[in-house]
T-cell receptor, first 111, second 114 residues
Framework: GESVGLHLPTLSVQEGDNSIINCAYS??????FIWYKQESGKGPQFIID?????DKRQGQRVTVLLNKTVKHLSLQIAATQPGDSAVYFC??????????FGTGTRLKVLA | GAGVSQTPSNKVTEKGKYVELRCDPI?????LYWYRQSLGQGPEFLIY????????DSGLPNDRFFAVRPEGSVSTLKIQRTERGDSAVYLC????????????FGEGSRLTVL
């Protein structure tokens, strides 16, 4: 079927390298952020979240950094694997449980 | 356990027709969301329910779109007088409760309006 994200910004990385995906958000009142991964033909899948009272959170192979001063969020993936190839979205919540998604970045892992 | 289930997975209809899309959330999840995703775009918020009531419907584009969740479980998104611009993947997600923001998404219903 069709792939999600044919016209999205694309990040290409070599297998085994680290990946950094960036996201700018607009609402300074947003207090909670989530990164999602979406594979072709599937719904988004939760990766990691972070609250606004933190500036860093680590998971398994993933780290999210939050810079509230410049309203910037990043997702770092360590030792990128072929299975990490997907479209990645950040989402923000301004406190009302209404989650607004960004436009996404396509990650391509090169063998 | 079962995830979020959406039916139909694909729907092709003609301009002007009425369409219903169904979402079965994960059992026990109190919040249910509808998003719309066009090619190359992020999911666009439409509406979310807390229990049976619409907590926020600010994303519904116009009055042709309506959603219900009468018993606080299954939800139906209804689109009247469909237009070609309604063609997209409609995603449903559910959330367990107030203590987590993680949304569990279904695989979506792809709507094509000819």
């Amino acid at each position: 079927g069709e792939s999600v994200g044919l016209h999205l910004p694309t990040l290409s990385v070599q297998e085994g390298d680290n990946s950094i995906i960036n996201c700018a958000y607009s609402n300074s009142a947003s207090d909670y952020f989530i990164w999602y991964k979406q594979e072709s033909g599937k719904g988004p899948q939760f990766i990691i979240d972070i609250r606004s009272n933190m500036d860093k959170r680590q998971g398994q192979r993933v780290t999210v950094l939050l810079n509230k001063t410049v309203k910037h969020l990043s997702l770092q993936i360590a030792a990128t694997q072929p299975g990490d190839s997907a479209v990645y979205f950040c989402a923000e919540n301004s406190g009302t449980y209404k989650y607004i998604f960004g436009t996404g970045t396509r990650l391509k892992v090169l063998a | 356990g079962a995830g979020v289930s959406q039916t139909p997975s694909n729907k092709v209809t003609e301009k002007g027709k009425y369409v219903e899309l169904r979402c079965d959330p994960i059992s026990g999840h109190t919040a249910l969301y509808w998003y719309r995703q066009s090619l190359g775009q992020g999911p666009e918020f439409l509406i979310y329910f807390q229990g049976t009531g619409a907590a926020d419907d600010s994303g519904l584009p116009n009055d042709r779109f309506f959603a219900v969740r009468p018993e606080g479980s299954v939800s139906t998104l209804k689109i009247q007088r469909t237009e070609r611009g309604d063609s997209a993947v409609y995603l449903c997600a559910s959330r367990p409760g107030q203590n987590t923001g993680e949304l569990f998404f279904g695989e979506g219903s792809r709507l094509t309006v000819l």
